[in-house]
Nanobody, 126 residues
Framework: QVQPVESGGGSVQAGGSLRLSCVAS????????MGWFRQAPGKEREGVAA????????RYADSVKGRFTISRDRAKNTLYLQMNSLKPEDSAMYYC???????????????????WGQGTQVTVSS
């Protein structure tokens, strides 16, 4: 059973950076699409970024384009999210998710993602 585990969250000031990590093991992780989602209090969970199995394709929400970078290390079964130029509106619980094959780079719908981590909190102060 896949159990993604996120880490790297924390509290930073606006303009700062954080790098989130997610280790996913116990399944054919290397053949799955992976995604980052976030959820702020009182809001719906929203897609942030997704990456294809071979990391040849990525997709980002408009709100994070140019600031966030998703990447993966297949040898380490690890997914990353580099977050730069953070804004207070980026504050949320961030979740790593696995979309088993056949998969698409979906960030508008959580239904394709079968396995979810417990989340890591990101807080950005102004």
């Amino acid at each position: 059973q896949v159990q993604p585990v996120e880490s790297g969250g924390g509290s930073v000031q606006a303009g700062g950076s954080l790098r989130l990590s997610c280790v996913a093991s116990g399944y054919g992780y290397s053949n799955a699409c992976m995604g980052w989602f976030r959820q702020a209090p009182g809001k719906e969970r929203e897609g942030v970024a997704a990456i294809s199995p071979l990391a040849s394709n990525t997709r980002y929400a408009d709100s994070v384009k140019g600031r966030f970078t998703i990447s993966r290390d297949r040898a380490k079964n690890t997914l990353y999210l580099q977050m730069n130029s953070l804004k207070p509106e980026d504050s949320a619980m961030y979740y790593c998710a696995v979309d088993p094959p056949p998969c698409g780079l979906v960030i508008t719908d959580t239904a394709d993602y079968k396995y979810w981590g417990q989340g890591t909190q990101v807080t950005v102060s102004s």
